[in-house]
């Protein structure tokens, strides 16, 4: 596609249920990350992969998040055992390897919002 | 580790007048920098940058901002304000010698420009 993909763009879940976000990067782009957007606490990183390397997993939250990507492409975001506070707007961005260390710039999918009841 | 503050949750500012939305920045080195806004209900997308060289930065939509290595600062400028600039805008940091880590995002200053 032309832009990066999430899915679903909303879930609403109960309160200890699991949920999976997904993330289509942009074809070509090896670098893809993910981030939390909460009100008031601006955009939090959360896990970060480039090609074949091992993920940067620093931001993550908690064990009960994780993440993994197949094939470098698409990734899938996984929050176990949800809680309220997970509740958050989770974007995915990715970027040219090359262009992230030298531009910065990166290209954001429209987000997957999550509820958590 | 490196941060960045936008000290202002909200600016408000009438059509035709300058706006300017605050930043500065902590980092080990030199920094990039970069301004992102996210208009309603889309996704971020990516406004201007500093690298290097000069310090002022145009971007898109007649934005521009000033990089200030003395008050660590990035301050993103319009000369002239419109409605369509309502939107939220992001400040972010990385340093320039630390390899693909990723970007470290301030928490967001929502501009809002009226008629």
């Known amino acids: 596609g032309a832009g990066v993909s999430q899915s679903p763009s909303n879930k609403v879940t109960e309160k200890g249920k699991d949920v999976e976000l997904r993330c289509d990067p942009i074809s070509g782009h090896t670098a893809l990350y993910w981030y939390r957007q909460s009100l008031g606490q601006g955009l939090e990183f959360l896990i970060y992969?480039?090609?074949?390397?091992?993920?940067?997993k620093s931001g993550l939250p908690s064990d009960r998040f994780s993440a993994e990507r197949t094939g470098g492409s698409v990734s899938t975001l996984t929050i176990q055992r949800t809680q309220q506070e997970d509740s958050a707007v989770y974007l995915c961005a990715s970027s040219l390897a090359v262009q992230t260390r030298r531009t910065g710039e990166l290209f954001f999918g429209e987000g997957s919002r999550l509820t958590v009841l | 580790a490196q941060s960045v503050a936008q000290p202002e949750d909200q600016v408000n500012v009438a059509e035709g007048n300058p706006l300017t939305v605050k930043c500065t920045y902590s980092?080990?080195?030199?920094?990039?920098l970069f301004w992102y806004v996210q208009y309603p209900n889309r996704g971020l997308q990516f406004l201007l940058k500093y690298i290097t060289g000069d310090n002022l930065v145009k971007g898109s939509y007649g934005f521009e901002a000033e990089f200030n290595k003395s008050q660590t600062s990035f301050h993103l400028k319009k000369p002239s304000a419109l409605v369509s600039d309502s939107a939220l805008y992001f400040c972010?940091?990385?340093?320039?010698?630390?390899?693909?880590?990723?970007?470290?995002f301030g928490k967001g200053t929502r501009l809002s420009v009226i008629a």
């Open positions: 972010a940091v990385s340093a320039r010698n630390s390899g693909n880590t990723p970007l470290v």
């Open positions: 980092v080990s080195g030199n920094p990039y």
């Open positions: 992969f480039q090609g074949n390397s091992a993920p940067d």
